[in-house]
């Protein structure tokens, strides 16, 4: 049996970056930019002034003080937006707005507080030392300067940079379409009530968000029954329409298990089995062209599955640089039991007190225990080896989310 990283290693390869789109910048929130940005030019582009004020030269201003102002000939105003075309002579000042160009001759500002004009004149009570005030062009970025690297997942802060830059529209990978399908007969719709031996088909909504959280497109698609022909026609059809199907269910060793024959029919299986619990029984395979993972039905194997295989090759089809979820050490908080032989994910829930992260598990570890993914932090991984975690022990954790303190 293939071991995680083994496995994960197998699904990255079966998958590859997608075509690159050009998108204005304002819609490529979340988006992996494609192309390293390098600044085409400084920024900012001019000197321009930090405060409201009045701009000055450094030699005029040196002995203002309060109780003893220097006066000097107010030669004209310059507000944002205007080129600053104004001429700052000895003896002279510029009224001046944040954010407008700095005018020739003047090297300082002096905010309005510590000014009083009148008649044309400008009273300035403080010195200002050369550069006071002035936020000089390139002062944040330097003409070549790499701006954002390729396969950034773009947010605000990224966006805001690039668009002071001009790069409209920018090279980015959106996500790809995943199709979601879902397998059982006993399923019904979330709103349906379900009759005697029924349950709701909640991986649907599962599988749905984890693949949108990861940055790709759900494409949902009609529950299949517990039957070969249905399956291999629902995965025929996902598989068109979209760039990487998934599915829960049936990949088991049950009579009605019809998964891996569809995939065998359609295309061809490339890995069964993961030495991981929960989530062993997962199938890596192709229908067509089209890459496939198969995922076992049991909610909390999904999640498990979806987090170890199904995000990072998400990722890697987006083109993002990181493909893995951050980690942490922590302090475990109650003991841990497992039979060796298989890598367990533990879910936790994440606390920072005393100066270290503390985890504690979720509750029951079964994988349909569907309330242990509840307010959960993240998987702490129990090596294949080790049959007990003791409390105290520190653990590596796999962080969805921290919560905050
Ligand atoms: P299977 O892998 O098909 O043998 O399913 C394993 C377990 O997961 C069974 O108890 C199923 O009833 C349950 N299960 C399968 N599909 C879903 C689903 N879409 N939503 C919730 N539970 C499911
Ligand atoms: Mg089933």
Redesign the pocket.
């Known amino acids: 049996m293939l071991s995680v990283e083994q496995a994960r290693a197998r699904v990255l390869e079966s998958v590859s970056p997608l075509s690159i789109a050009a998108v204005p910048v304002a819609d490529a929130l979340g988006l992996v930019l494609a192309r390293t940005c390098i600044a085409p030019h400084s920024l900012p582009r001019f000197d321009n002034s930090a405060m409201d004020g009045y701009a000055v030269r450094e030699e005029d201003v040196e002995s203002a003080r309060t109780e003893s102002p220097v006066r000097l000939d107010v030669v004209g105003e310059v507000r944002a937006g205007e080129p600053g075309a104004l001429e700052v002579r000895r003896g002279t000042a510029a009224r001046i707005m944040t954010g407008a160009p700095l005018p020739n001759g003047a090297d300082a500002i002096v905010p309005v507080e510590e000014t009083e004009e009148e008649g044309g004149v400008v009273a300035i009570k403080a010195a200002a030392p050369s550069g006071r005030h002035v936020r000089p062009a390139g002062d944040d970025v330097a003409e070549g300067d790499e701006l954002v690297r390729a396969g950034t997942e773009l947010g605000p802060g990224e966006l805001a940079l690039l668009a002071s830059m001009g790069f409209s529209p920018i090279d980015v990978r959106k996500g790809p379409r995943v199709a979601v399908v879902?397998?059982?007969d006993?399923?019904v719709p979330p709103e349906a009530v379900p009759g005697p031996g029924q349950?709701?088909?909640?991986?649907?909504v599962?599988l749905g968000a984890l693949v949108r959280a990861a940055g790709g497109e759900a494409v949902p698609c009609a529950?299949v029954t517990?039957d070969l022909s249905a399956t291999v026609e629902a995965f025929a059809r996902a598989a068109d329409l979209c760039d990487l199907v998934i599915s829960?269910?049936?990949?088991?060793v049950?009579r009605?298990?019809f998964v891996k024959m569809a995939i065998e029919e359609l295309g061809r299986i490339d890995m069964w089995r993961v030495a991981m619990q929960p989530g062993k029984?997962v199938v890596l395979g192709t229908i067509g062209d089209t890459p496939f993972l198969g995922l076992?039905?049991?909610?909390v194997?999904?999640h498990i599955g979806f987090e170890q295989f199904v995000r990072p090759a998400i990722r890697k089809m987006r083109g993002c640089s990181t493909l893995l979820r951050p980690t942490l050490v922590a302090t475990l908080e109650e003991a841990v039991h497992k039979s060796p032989g298989r890598l367990h994910f533990v879910r936790v829930r994440l606390k920072w007190s005393g100066g270290k992260w503390r985890a504690t598990p979720t509750g029951s570890q079964g994988?349909?225990i569907q309330s242990s993914l509840v307010d959960c932090d993240g998987v702490a991984r129990f090596g294949a080896d080790a049959s007990v975690l003791n409390e105290g022990d520190e653990v590596m954790i796999e962080v969805w989310k921290l919560p905050a303190q």
């Open positions: 879902v397998t059982g006993e399923l349950i709701r088909d909640s991986n649907s599962a529950p517990d829960s269910g049936g990949v088991s049950g009605y298990d029984p076992p039905g049991n909610p194997s999904i994988s349909h």
